[in-house]
């Protein structure tokens, strides 16, 4: 099984501020073949499912707004919130895809200072 | 807009079997992998298995003995069975969509608290 490690389990930004979680897989997520990086990040709130946020590692999905972005290739990946907003302390997961089982982060908690 | 309604028993004992269900509302179903990911309580994800309206499955090596994903597409529904349960699998579980065939969820169900304890 691929390994998906985030650091840090949790941080506190202040509002306003830029939030970075880092992820690091034990296997490359990255095809040749097409050039994609297998790695989404989700957001959790308590008490409601995930949401996806990005996938092949830097494509925001319909909705998501453009303070959140991915970055990253191979095993090494990064989520950035550039201006944290309030509405945004949730729990974050990195998950790859790659290779079954699909396997993910352990997740980093995000507050406000 | 896809929905996906989940429904099955939320206690349980040592040893029996869990049996969930997800229906899926709007969207294509042939032309998804359906996937089921359960999270213990105040703990991470973990991906259970995955079907697409073939029924083709892919399950997750430790629990491939006591797992299976069915499908009934006239139903747009597929289910998950889990048996021997032990209070280690005791989690919130979710079904989920996976877009087209990539492996990556973009609709979730709205999660079952199964709880396993004599």
């Known amino acids: 099984d691929i390994v998906m490690t985030q650091s840090p389990d949790s941080l506190a930004v202040s509002l306003g501020e830029r939030a970075t979680i880092n992820c690091k897989s034990s296997?490359?997520?990255?095809?040749?073949?097409?050039?994609?990086?297998?790695l989404a990040w989700y957001q959790q709130k308590p008490g409601q499912p995930p949401k996806l946020l990005i996938y092949w590692a830097s494509t925001r999905e319909s909705g998501v707004p453009d303070r959140f972005s991915g970055s990253g290739s191979e095993t090494d990946f990064t989520l950035t919130i550039s201006s944290l907003q309030a509405e945004d302390v949730a729990v974050y997961y990195c998950?790859?895809?790659?290779?079954?089982?699909?396997?993910f982060g352990g997740g980093t908690k995000v507050e406000i200072k | 807009q896809v929905q996906l309604l989940q429904w099955g028993a939320g206690l349980l004992k040592p040893s029996e079997t869990l049996s969930l269900t997800c229906a899926v509302y709007?969207?294509?179903?042939?032309?998804?992998?359906w996937s089921w990911i359960r999270q213990p309580p105040g703990k991470g994800l973990e991906w259970i298995g995955q079907i697409n309206h073939g029924g083709s499955t892919n399950y997750k090596p430790s629990l491939k003995s006591r797992v299976a994903i069915s499908v009934d597409t006239s139903k747009n529904q597929f289910s998950l069975t889990l048996t021997s349960l032990t209070a280690a699998d005791t989690a919130v579980y979710y079904c989920a969509r996976i877009r087209d065939s990539y492996g990556f969820v973009d609709s979730w169900g709205q999660g079952t608290l199964v709880t396993v304890s004599s």
């Open positions: 709007g969207g294509s179903f042939s032309g998804h992998y």
């Open positions: 998950q790859q895809y790659y290779s079954t089982p699909f396997t």
């Open positions: 296997h490359s997520v990255l095809n040749s073949t097409n050039n994609k990086s297998y």
